[in-house]
């Protein structure tokens, strides 16, 4: 055949064969399959004789005969193909206007031969001839629901969206279903932006969405790429029917492929958040989702420290937005327990937790706390059915097959890995919750303890405990030996730490709950550490000034008080404590562990390199009062004594000890002048004494009548310095006095103009108050337009307000000329995202389409 085609003879025998003629026809289908057995040459040659017709002579052609040369191209070489399929186009263009017809059938071959060739573009001037006379209508409404991508094709190419209006009416949401998720999902994303002439499809594309979501509920765990499931969430939150199609999703096992795998929390924690802020801004839960979030947040902890509490704070905040931590009380005690560790362990004595860390650390304490009752919600479902039926299966097995928590998490695992120790429940499980289905119902279990390892205990999570413990451990109790082992009192609301003095930490230090009232205000009891003696944080409103205040003591109004701080707030002051009777700042601090401790948290972080900016933030965030002005209370005794203090449980004496100094006396030597003479009196030495005796009076009286005359001088030298001071005094007092009426009158001169002054002031302060209030009134508005009045994004107006006075012209400045691959992310200036600490993805894409538009 080959050889045939080569000398030109095949063009007389495909002309004879594009007769009417069945016979002919068929043999005009054997010689095209002769050409394409034979080689790819012998079929080129083909195409090129039948492009070498012109489109009038080719006109002659039967509709079978062109659709077995469309079949021929998917064998030709891509540009050859091309340009035979635009010539077929043509002919059948030309046909549309002759006596030549073609049935349905013969067309959606033909299209669909185009769209799997990728050549349906060759068709565009012959499906806009078919338009314009009607004919592409016919042939739409005789397609069938599996040519729906065809037709959406095809109505993009003529950029038509009427040709889709009337088979979209027939394609109900069960029939479209036929079709795979990423089929519709690819469709979905090739859909024009709304807002044009596709809006009267708005209907038929929710219907698509629809079918999407639903067959996405259908499938199983791990079936769909995470691609695909993030593409199903953004356009199922966009929607206006977005609490229903995500309430759908929020049950779908497909769903947990979307989670990322293992890994250090500050890349987990993200991307997982991304996954859960499609349910947040729309308030829809998702327990199963927030139980694989949860599994996998416990198994990255294992290996987390202290520079992750703050990715960790942000994803226990992502699991409460999309399901109660009531229902996991697993999680809260695991959480827990495992800040425990980051206190008591790997942390040498010498270097305790900062201040910024207890204030991390703090912040995690509450909100674990917000979420501490057990509980099980009625939208659990199959989530509460399997995990009781995993309880059931863990307390049936016999002690000796479990001798270790590591052999029950193995001999758990077993009854979903077939076998004979398999359980259809577990199987069905392990099935809709993929590989990681034994820990996600683990972690809403009430009866057995998992800590993110491969072990379980066969022993209730008590999230009271843990949390207690935490406490303890925050307010400087490092070792796991002295924390508590059961809880008395839950749950502590003040934590008491001092960095200075060991002994009084064991004196005052731990945690405290409100145990009462006193003079308008709560007391405090320490329930941990246990001691003997009691100690009472109290508020004291009577008696004299200096006994008001706030006092540590072991009851109310002892006379033995160790600690004490002169101020009349409500709540115990933070900072400024020292000892009974005034002295030093003992470096005390308390730490509130409700909702004050949330705000505190957004202040700090615990990764800087700089320990005294953790320092000063912390300080900032719980409130520093420093001025402190102690006194000794008590209304039977206002001495001061030292011994109050040393009386205290365990205190010890705290101040050196005051030593005497010695008195040394310097003895005085007794001079003893004996004069005995050695002999009989010398006469003329005696007389002689008795010259310069006399000579010495003489000089002694000389110089007194000097110095009588110097003084008699100085006093009239000092009686005139005197009189000349005092005429001084006079002369500067007249000359103070002439400045002093002076400046009196600039003073009545100037009145005026400083009355005038401070009215422009006033005026100008009112003004600007006025319009702070109108900008920031502004900028509400705009951050609730953001996200359609959900209210999510105000939570970034203080800062907006600080950084940039609330101004959304000053916000529109961090705009600048990004490159078009990078969408609306790169026309923000990365520092908006640092200085206003936008750390969601979800957000900044709200921020950047909101700046844009300014």
């Known amino acids: 055949v080959e050889g045939c085609l080569r000398q030109g003879a095949v063009a007389s025998s495909a002309a004879a064969a594009a007769s009417s003629d069945v016979s002919e026809r068929r043999q005009f289908a054997d010689l095209i399959a002769d050409a394409r057995a034979a080689s790819l040459s012998a079929l080129e040659n083909i195409a090129q004789c039948f492009l070498a017709q012109s489109v009038e002579k080719a006109d002659t052609w039967s509709p079978e005969q062109l659709i077995i040369m469309a079949q021929a191209c998917a064998t030709m070489a891509r540009a050859s193909g091309r340009l035979v399929f635009g010539h077929i186009a043509a002919v059948v263009e030309r046909h549309a206007h002759s006596s030549v017809t073609w049935g349905s059938e013969q067309v959606w071959l033909l299209l669909r031969l185009a769209n799997n060739l990728q050549l349906l573009g060759s068709c565009k001037q012959l499906l806009q001839s078919w338009d314009e006379t009607g004919a592409l209508l016919r042939y739409v409404l005789a397609g069938s629901t599996p040519d729906l991508i065809l037709i959406f094709e095809i109505a993009r190419l003529l950029e038509s969206p009427a040709v889709l209006l009337g088979f979209g009416g027939r394609c109900s949401e069960s029939a479209l279903r036929q079709f795979s998720v990423e089929d519709l999902i690819g469709l979905l994303e090739l859909w024009p932006a709304q807002g044009g002439s596709w809006d009267i499809l708005a209907d038929f594309r929710g219907t698509i969405l629809g079918a999407a979501v639903a067959s996405a509920a259908a499938a199983p765990c791990g079936d769909l790429p995470r691609r695909v499931v993030h593409s199903l969430l953004r356009m199922a939150a966009e929607h206006d029917s977005a609490t229903d199609l995500l309430a759908k999703l929020g049950e779908a096992p497909a769903l947990l492929a979307a989670l990322p795998e293992k890994g250090p929390l500050a890349v987990v924690g993200p991307e997982a958040g991304e996954l859960v802020a499609f349910f947040t801004r729309r308030s829809v839960k998702s327990p199963l989702l ?50 425990v560790g980051f206190c008591t362990m790997g942390r040498p004595q010498e270097e305790p937790p900062s201040e910024g860390e207890r204030l991390q650390l703090l912040g995690l304490l509450a909100l674990l706390m917000q979420n501490i009752e057990c509980e099980v919600l009625p939208e659990d479902g199959d989530l509460a059915m399997w995990v009781d039926r995993l309880e059931v299966l863990a307390f049936d097995l016999e002690q000796e097959d479990v001798a270790s928590d590591a052999a029950l998490f193995e001999r758990l695992a077993d009854f979903a890995e077939g076998g004979a120790a398999a359980d259809p429940v577990m199987e069905a499980a392990h099935r809709a919750l993929g590989p990681r289905w034994l820990e996600v119902l683990l972690t809403r279990s009430t009866r057995l303890a998992w800590c993110g390892l491969p072990r379980v205990r ?176 008590g209304s039977r005794s206002r001495s001061v004594r030292r011994d109050s203090r040393l009386n205290a449980p365990g205190v010890g004496d705290f101040l050196p000890d005051v030593k005497c100094e010695a008195e040394h006396e310097d003895d005085e030597a007794q001079r003893q002048t004996s004069m005995e003479p050695d002999g009989p009196p010398d006469v003329v030495k005696a007389e002689a004494d008795q010259a310069e005796v006399e000579e010495l009076l003489e000089c002694d009286q000389a110089d007194e009548v000097a110095e009588a005359d110097e003084d008699e001088m100085e006093a009239e030298a000092a009686v005139e310095e005197d009189e000349a001071f005092e005429d001084a005094l006079q002369s500067e007092g007249a000359e103070l006095e002439n400045e002093e009426e002076a400046f009196e009158d600039a003073l009545e001169a100037a009145e005026p103009e400083r009355e005038a002054v401070l009215d422009t002031s006033e005026q100008l302060r009112r003004r600007r108050e006025e319009t702070t209030g109108e900008r920031q009134a502004a900028l509400r508005e705009w951050l609730l337009a953001l996200d359609k009045g959900a209210g999510t994004m105000l939570q970034y107006f203080d800062i907006l307000c600080t950084e940039f006075d609330g101004d959304l012209a000053q916000i529109a400045a961090t705009k600048i000329e990004g490159r078009p691959e990078q969408g609306f992310l790169g026309q923000v200036d990365p520092c908006f995202w640092e200085v206003v600490n936008v750390r969601k993805m979800g957000h900044r894409m709200l921020f950047a389409k909101g700046i844009s538009m300014l």
Not at 307 to 314: A, H, S
Not at 519 to 544: E, I, K, N, S
Not at 574 to 603: M, P, Q, Y
């Open 290 to 339: 927030a139980s694989s979030f949860a599994a996998l947040l416990l198994t990255c902890m294992t290996d987390a420290s202290m520079r992750d509490l703050q990715e960790l704070y942000y994803a226990l905040q992502d699991l409460t937005s999309i399901d109660d931590l009531h229902a996991m009380p697993a999680v809260v005690a695991s959480v827990a327990e495992t800040l």
């Open 458 to 633: 066969k022993l209730p999570p008590d999230p009271y405990l843990a949390t207690q413990r935490l406490a303890e451990a925050i307010s400087g109790i490092t070792h796991r030996d002295r924390l508590s082992q059961q809880t008395a009192e839950w749950p502590p609301v003040l934590v008491v730490h001092c960095d200075k003095y060991g002994e009084l930490m064991e004196t005052i230090g731990g945690t405290y709950v409100v145990a009462g009232e006193n003079h308008g205000r709560q007391v405090y009891q320490r329930t941990a550490p246990v001691r003997d003696t009691p100690v009472l944080l109290y508020f004291w409103g009577h008696g004299d000034v200096e006994e008001r205040g706030w006092w540590f003591g072991p009851e109310v109004g002892s006379e033995t008080a160790w600690m004490g701080h002169h101020s009349g707030e409500d709540d115990p002051p933070s900072r400024g404590w020292n000892w009974h009777g005034g002295g030093e700042d003992v470096a005390l601090t308390l730490f509130r562990c409700d909702d004050s401790a949330l705000k505190a948290f957004a202040g700090v972080t615990v990764d800087s390199d700089d320990e005294e900016d953790n320092e000063e933030a912390g300080r900032e965030a719980v409130g520093v009062e420093r001025q402190v002005d102690e006194v000794p209370r």
